[in-house]
């Protein structure tokens, strides 16, 4: 089992930057392809970042590319997301989730998500 625990949302004005984090205990990080999505009130879940169990690999959506960088430390079991130039329209629950394969079989975990409410 894998604990996931975001933190660093808040309210910020338009333009401003956050930076949110993930830190995980119960198991290494480091075999999970990490990401981040994010929950609008009365809109679906959505893709936001992902990043590979390396490192080596980031994905983004069209709406936060340029403006949103994923990273993560192995060491730390710690996935961070930088927002920066935040707009109104980010405003939502940030969800960090883990995932990996082993054969047939998918692990995946989530968070309990955290709020950035960004003002304009």
């Known amino acids: 089992q894998v604990q996931l625990v975001e933190s660093g949302g808040g309210l910020v004005q338009a333009g401003g930057s956050l930076r949110l984090s993930c830190a995980a205990s119960?198991?290494?990080?480091?075999?999970?392809?990490m990401g981040w999505f994010r929950q609008a009130p009365g809109k679906e879940r959505e893709f936001v970042a992902a990043?590979?169990?390396?490192?080596?690999?980031?994905y983004y959506a069209d709406s936060v590319k340029g403006r949103f960088t994923i990273s993560r430390d192995n060491a730390k079991d710690t996935v961070y997301l930088q927002m920066n130039s935040l707009k109104p329209e980010d405003t939502a629950v940030y969800y960090c989730?883990?995932?990996?394969?082993?054969?047939?079989?998918?692990?995946?975990?989530w968070g309990q998500g955290t709020q950035v409410t960004v003002s304009s």
């Open positions: 990043i590979s169990w390396s490192g080596g690999s980031t």
């Open positions: 989730n883990a995932v990996r394969k082993a054969g047939s079989a998918v692990f995946q975990y």
């Open positions: 119960g198991r290494t990080l480091s075999s999970y392809a």
